[in-house]
């Protein structure tokens, strides 16, 4: 499934941490707080990794992909287009990280957000666990406490691989790549509410104006989207500005060029709009989305920080922003590259199509032709079809198949009316970007789909 963060409850309220905060005065419980988080950080950190347990879901193939390091790749379309956003940040004012571990605490890819103990995000369906206290990070904001407390500069920006288990279709794969974003501004050398904004919009009148037309019916803040308890609205208002400039001047830059000296590139200008939404790390929080072969596609998730992620950093006086994106999503209109699967291959007519630092649009090569085999099978007795998560078959037909498969879903679902056992019928496409399966393989492949599904759901295939 996909994450859904609006189902999600800050774990500490504002107010109690203000409460806090009151009672030690001066933040020294603030303070506290914050030495306890780290320590607990520590702990997890020590915790070997290698060790597994109930928790650990981790497969071979999504192993394997946490090795691949498309990054290091200077060629690498996403590796261009990483630089090219890196190169949108003044430098003075972002520190830039590349390559950090994967594996990461429960305690920085959840807690250190917000995240509440009970979010769907955390489940075995949704996170690969290496063990209870170790996750491979399903998103680049585990770092975001981490970045907000030690680099120097006001600003931070981190590539990285990122990794759900998901469902597979042309813009979801298991592994895919983010970028985070981060801003704050201090109210030391201030004495007013006045000259914080003041300096805020300073710096926002310094961002260049995009070039592209860019719809925002959204609202400052309300009820379903509110500013945060300890932030006057101007300063709130002032941060958001500063946010929604810069991604603005990041998309526009970017875009501007799309096409260019490509006759054959389409000519409809690109459709770009901001949405409300709900990320238990920012409030007000939105998306911003463009619209590409006909359906509007999620871009940035963005919003003003949560000023409990600055307390776990240590810097609760502290106001600003964070954004996080998808780099694929962003590459695939960008270089015309139509399925996600792609960036992982290794197939020399991929990867020399491209050289670092260029943008050029990817000519496809032959597509081969798919075939689709369908999966039906009684779930055993007493198990409800809840009790089956789509993520489950999507992680065995990834271990038999890896990326010969193009798509996987759920066709036909229904309870038989004597016994009241429960079916499912899943279809899934093979194909491979690179040759033309012949069906022997495909039965061999379908062979172990099956004997997959028999030994570890004991289910009964129909
Ligand atoms: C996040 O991951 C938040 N951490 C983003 C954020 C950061 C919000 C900082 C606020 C402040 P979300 O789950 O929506 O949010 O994912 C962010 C982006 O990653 C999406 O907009 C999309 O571009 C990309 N993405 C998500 N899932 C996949 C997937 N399976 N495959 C490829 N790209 C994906
Ligand atoms: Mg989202």
Not at 229 to 246: F, G, M, S, Y
């Amino acid at each position: 499934m996909r994450v859904n963060w609006s189902s999600c409850r800050p774990l500490v309220s504002i107010q109690e941490v203000t409460k806090v905060r009151r009672v030690g005065g001066n933040g020294a419980s603030t303070r506290q707080l914050f030495k306890s988080t780290l320590a607990r950080n520590e702990e997890a950190r020590r915790e070997d990794i290698s060790g597994t347990d109930e928790w650990t879901n981790i497969t071979p193939t999504i192993e394997r992909l946490t090795n691949r390091k498309l990054l290091s790749n200077p060629a690498h379309p996403l590796t261009t287009l990483r630089d090219i956003i890196f190169s949108k940040f003044p430098e003075q004012e972002y520190t830039r990280a590349n390559f950090l571990n994967p594996r990461v605490s429960v305690y920085e890819n959840f807690d250190s957000l917000n995240i509440t103990p009970d979010h769907v995000s955390r489940s075995k369906t949704d996170t690969y666990y290496l063990n209870k206290h170790k996750v491979l990070r399903t998103h680049t904001s585990a770092h975001q406490v981490e970045s907000f407390r030690v680099y120097p500069t006001p600003g931070f920006l981190i590539a990285a691989d990122v990794y759900r288990r998901d469902e597979i279709d042309r813009s979801h794969y298991p592994a895919f790549h983010q970028m985070e974003g981060g801003r704050w501004w201090s109210p030391e050398g201030t004495t007013s509410v006045k000259e914080l904004v003041a300096k805020i919009d300073a710096d926002t009148a310094k961002i260049p104006t995009s070039g592209i037309q860019i719809v925002d019916d959204t609202l400052p803040f309300h009820a379903g989207n509110p500013k945060q308890d300890r932030q006057p609205p101007e300063v709130c208002i002032a941060v958001t500005n500063h946010l929604k400039r810069t991604l603005e001047m990041v998309v526009g830059e970017i875009f501007q060029d799309i096409g260019k000296g490509d006759p054959s590139a389409t000519k409809e200008p690109l459709q770009i709009r901001w949405i409300d939404a709900t990320f238990p790390f920012t409030s007000p929080s939105w998306e911003m989305e463009v619209y590409w072969q006909g359906e509007w596609l999620e871009l940035f998730g963005c919003g003003v920080t949560q000023q409990r992620v600055f307390d776990q950093a240590g810097h609760p006086e502290r106001v600003g922003w964070a954004f996080g994106v998808g780099i694929e999503r962003v590459a695939m209109v960008l270089f015309g590259i139509p399925d996600i699967r792609l960036f992982w291959s290794e197939d020399p007519r991929f990867l020399e199509q491209f050289a670092p630092g260029v943008v050029n649009t990817f000519k496809q090569f032959s597509r081969y032709p798919g075939t689709s085999r369908d999966f039906a099978f009684w779930l055993k007795d007493g198990t409800s079809p809840d009790q089956f998560h789509d993520n489950d078959l999507m992680d065995i037909v990834r271990e038999v198949a890896g990326d010969l498969v193009e798509n996987v879903s759920l066709i036909d679902k229904f309870t038989h009316p004597k016994t009241k056992r429960n079916s499912l019928c899943y279809r899934v496409l093979f194909q491979s970007m690179e040759r033309t399966l012949n069906n022997d393989e495909i039965n061999v492949l379908q062979d172990n789909i099956r004997e997959s599904l028999k030994i570890k759901f004991a289910v009964e295939l129909r």
